[in-house]
């Protein structure tokens, strides 16, 4: 054969071939379009999303007091343990009482003796031997005894110091022997339970705030521990210079495990939204001062501006753009322009409680079925 009678074939050859590639690049996964680019895709789920205000407070006790006498004398005894804890009414301090008994004694005696007088005066006034007025001066003189000894009686039974309500005892300042009066401190008390999670808000939350609204906190001093509580306390006063308003929740603490003082970080719920919208926040995408999702149907990858609400651990709302059901891209997304064919894998996640910790599993699987196993993963946030 010659050059020139291959040249011809070689020619003719060509076009039937670049026809053929043209063919095959359209018969695959990606349609006429080109090659589908593999992608992870999440579902959008409803699910209830808390409006929340962010602050950092403190713990507080309820009740608190440092304990001093209402009689003057020495400690003669001390009844209670450091960090002991109390119930209400329990004897705490004993003061030497040995004056005082005395005291009580006599205004015993003398109260005795009132009311033999005022008796005598009755007689005689029924015998006509005694006038009015001394009938009146033996009554004033009867009530005074009884009001001078009930005075004594009291201040001997205030000589035994008592927890004026429950709590733990704290730290104790005196020893036995001391000399005490009502200006010396005895010992602190505390309640323990329930306790105040006190915290500051901004004034601009002012109209948001409202007594029953639940808190949820964790303490750090705590970590992996969350605690709630209910709001009994909008303070009605701004506080200067900072313009905050005081709130305050009451929290159980059975356990004790909350101490006051302790540091906390605390999320004040202001509204709750029982039917949003959310996604994986890593389907989100940042772009030029505004959010997008790339949202996959038939095949197909298109770019959704959404506008982004509440955000929690791993996910986000999504207020528009995106409906329950609609499988949003969470892996490959950096590779997809508008219109472009993918080839999807569903990966499944399921979110945690919106005011705790939440653990999100997600489990994937070739969309639309196969036989491709299922890889776990779980990510705790």
């Known amino acids: 054969m010659s050059y020139r009678a291959l040249a011809v074939l070689l020619l003719l050859a060509a076009p039937a071939a670049c026809k053929k590639a043209n063919s095959a690049a359209g018969g695959g996964p990606g349609g006429a379009g080109g090659f589908a680019m593999p992608v992870e895709v999440s579902p959008a789920i409803r699910d209830t999303v808390v409006d929340a205000i962010a602050a950092t407070g403190q713990i507080e006790a309820i009740q608190s007091i440092e304990l001093r006498p209402e009689v003057s004398g020495r400690i003669t005894d001390i009844l209670v343990r450091e960090g002991q804890e109390v119930a209400d009414g329990t004897p705490l301090f004993k003061v030497d009482d040995a004056e005082l008994k005395a005291q009580v004694a006599q205004a015993e ?8 007088a005022l008796e005598r005066t009755k007689q005689l006034i029924t015998q006509n031997a005694s006038s009015t007025s001394d009938l009146e001066q033996s009554e004033a003189k009867s009530r005074g005894a009884d009001a001078n000894y009930d005075l004594l009686k009291t201040r001997l039974d205030r000589t035994v110091v008592r927890a004026p309500f429950g709590g733990v005892a704290g730290r104790r300042l005196v020893s036995i022997g001391t000399y005490v009066s009502p200006q010396t401190p005895l010992i602190t008390l505390q309640s323990v339970n329930p306790q105040f999670a006190s915290f500051d808000v901004p ?10 609204q639940l808190v949820s906190f964790q303490v750090a001093a705590l970590p992996g521990k969350n605690f709630s509580g209910e709001v009994v306390f909008v303070d009605p006063v701004v506080a ?8 305050k929740a009451r929290v159980p603490n059975s356990e004790h ?16 939204r029982p039917n949003a919208v959310v996604v994986p926040e890593d389907a989100l995408l940042p772009m030029q001062g505004a959010t997008f999702v790339w949202v996959v149907k038939d095949g197909k990858a298109n770019q959704q501006q959404v506008s982004v609400g509440v955000r929690t651990a791993g996910w986000a709302e999504i207020q528009g753009g995106v409906v329950a059901g609609d499988q949003v891209v969470v892996g490959g997304l950096e590779r997809l322009f508008p219109n472009a064919p993918v080839m999807a894998r569903v990966v499944e996640r399921h979110r945690g409680a919106p005011t705790g910790q939440e653990t999100t599993a997600a489990t994937s699987r070739p969309a639309g079925g196969g036989t491709q196993p299922a890889a776990k993963d779980s990510a705790k946030h």
């Open 203 to 212: 004034e601009r939350y002012a109209d948001r705030l409202r007594r029953g």
């Open 109 to 116: 005696a003398e109260r005795q003796l009132a009311r033999q």
């Open 240 to 247: 200067l210079p900072g313009r905050t308003i005081l709130i």
């Open 257 to 272: 495990q909350l101490q006051a003082g302790m540091f906390i970080e605390a999320r004040l719920a202001t509204n709750i």
